[in-house]
């Protein structure tokens, strides 16, 4: 029998470290950084009969307005043992009991899991077999995957069997957080391994950039101002939207708290001029390519590249074995403007990592069911 508690952030700490599926999402100092925009946070832990903490989650609460009632999101977790003995009703109804007293209405999480792989390899392979044929409108989720998790595929049908609904997509960016996720493996690797595992093409953009004078240099708060210019120049060609550079300060300020070590801002440069950049979070193993953009749109330019390099390397050396590109589009359409970012991250080896998406829970269904309408109708 499990019972949720409410423990300290030190306890918590000392716990989510402990664990393989840790990562910045599920740490104090991300709750810390919500909080400044209007969410409410606490720590819950999974205490067996013996009083010993075996699973934990940050909850963020968002109020709704007009209600004293609240959104639960649980991101990129909770961390506890998916393939345990115990049964997700197990761990899930107590936490359902808390919620409730809690005034939460509705629960979102994104599990940590990994449902399906494909290698760049297979990948590459299959948009030229495409193209051959003349086949447009593919995706990364036509292809037969190099890897399927089959324990995973229990889990998820054991959360449906609950109550817990998928949120369905039709591409990676339509969640929180995204649903397909680059990585390279850097484990049991030398780092000569994993250059060698990088595109020639690639290899021959770094090292260009090398002899063009760009250097990588690590910034400081002070450099944020600049970096935000990047991204705002990005933005604007993408006609989409950047949060602003008071929301990076905190960024920074927060996560140095935790671990002078939890964020990085890479820059290159050539003189003086920056040409791109790139804000990195890491947990012990794990290095996010979180934020980035560059001066320039082709994929030419060489600063890109020998960036990236230079993040993967202190990644390295830092410990870290899986760096992590973050979010890619499942479109293998040359034409599309998202495939030029799956493009990009493919040359440096690696593979495509489809988690398993968005789970929704109604705590208090008349009041999800209610709450769920009002917003399809907006």
Known sequence: MLNIVVVDRDRYLDFV?????????????????????????????????EGKMVGGAVVLYRKVPGMNKFLAY???????????DRSMKEWF???FHHLKQRQAFSVKMDPPLVRRKWSSESINHAIQEFKSHGLR????????????????EYVQQELADMGWRK?????????????????????????EQVYKGFHPYWQNRIQNAERDGIRVHLGTERDLPEFHRLLALAAQREKSQVRDVS?????????????????????ARKGEQLLSTSLAVRVDGHTWDLYNARLSEPME????????????????????????FRGISITLDEQHPNFELLQFKMGFGGEACEMVG???????????WAFDMYMKRR
């Open 17 to 49: 470290e402990k664990k393989p599926y840790r990562n910045f999402l599920q740490y104090p100092s991300w709750a810390d950084l919500k909080r400044e925009w209007r969410w409410n946070s606490e720590f819950l832990g999974w205490v067996n009969k």
């Open 74 to 84: 649980i991101p990129r977790g909770p961390i506890i043992d998916w393939f345990s």
């Open 93 to 95: 109804v107590p936490l």
């Open 137 to 152: 409108g593919r995706k990364l989720t036509d292809i037969r995957p190099d890897q399927v998790f089959n324990a995973v």
């Open 167 to 191: 949120h369905v997509v039709e591409d990676s960016f339509d969640t929180v957080q995204p649903q397909f996720v680059y990585r390279l493996n850097m484990k049991n690797k030398t780092l």
């Open 247 to 267: 929301y990076f300060e905190k960024m920074f300020e927060t996560l140095i708290l935790e671990d002078p070590y939890r964020i990085r801002l890479y820059m």
């Open 301 to 324: 330019e060489s600063s890109p590249y020998l960036l990236r390099w230079k993040m993967i390397q202190d990644a390295y050396q830092q410990g870290d074995r899986i760096f992590d």
């Open 358 to 368: 968005e789970w929704d829970y109604p705590v208090i269904p008349m009041l999800h």
